[in-house]
């Protein structure tokens, strides 16, 4: 399989991001969704400052993108057979609550155990999480609290400050929601959180 070109654009960013990241930085940068804040998933010292920029208790849990269905499997230590209809018939971003995921810091993953992860289809972000090798931290570009931004100009200065890097793509782009959130347990219960 040839491998994929990406714009220019897009390899400047990703190696500026990836930098940021590796050194235990905040990014802020579009997804499939809204504008959000990241950090490596693995590093618990940045999704630290993710909680302390988001004045946001860690009982709140935050989610993960991942760049493909391979990645999932390495982080997850058991994907219901269920999960991957769900995510070969979504029509849009779709993040699903899944029991036991491993090889991530405990403090992303929630008191029951779990974490929401996203396959992201964002083309600067399956490019970035690639690169990394392991899953970026994903959550709304606010406050905790406060009104989600849905475009770059709605973002508020305590959060374009508060971050290391400030990705440069898509700043006009406007996004029309979150994600669908969907919770799989293990027993086979599938429950829809958010549409």
């Known amino acids: ?9 897009i390899i400047n960013e990703v190696n500026e991001s990836l930098a940021v990241l590796k050194r235990g930085g905040l990014l802020l940068y579009p997804t499939d969704t809204v504008w959000g804040i990241g950090c490596d998933a693995t590093n618990a010292e940045a999704i630290d400052k993710v909680f302390t920029l988001k004045k946001r208790k860690e009982s709140k ?6 760049s493909d269905m391979k990645m999932l499997n390495q982080f997850v230590e058991e994907i219901p057979e269920v999960a991957y209809n769900i995510l070969k018939y979504a029509d849009q971003p779709t993040t699903i609550i899944y029991d036991d995921p491993i090889r991530i810091a405990e403090n992303l993953i929630a008191e029951d155990n779990t974490l929401g992860i996203r396959i992201v289809q964002d083309e600067f972000c ?16 606010n406050i905790s609290g406060e009104k989600t931004p849905m475009r770059f100009p709605e973002i508020s200065q ?16 406007k996004s029309t ?3 669908t959130i969907i919770r799989l347990s293990n027993d086979g219960q599938v429950k829809v959180l958010r549409k």
């Open 177 to 179: 929601k979150s994600s």
């Open 61 to 66: 849990a935050l989610i993960c993108l991942v």
């Open 126 to 141: 399956r490019a970035l999480i690639r690169k990394l090798g392991k899953p970026l931290v994903s959550t709304s570009a």
């Open 1 to 9: 399989m040839a491998k994929k070109r990406y714009d220019q654009n």
């Open 158 to 173: 305590p959060i374009l400050e508060g971050v290391d890097y400030i990705v440069n793509l898509q700043r006009k782009h």
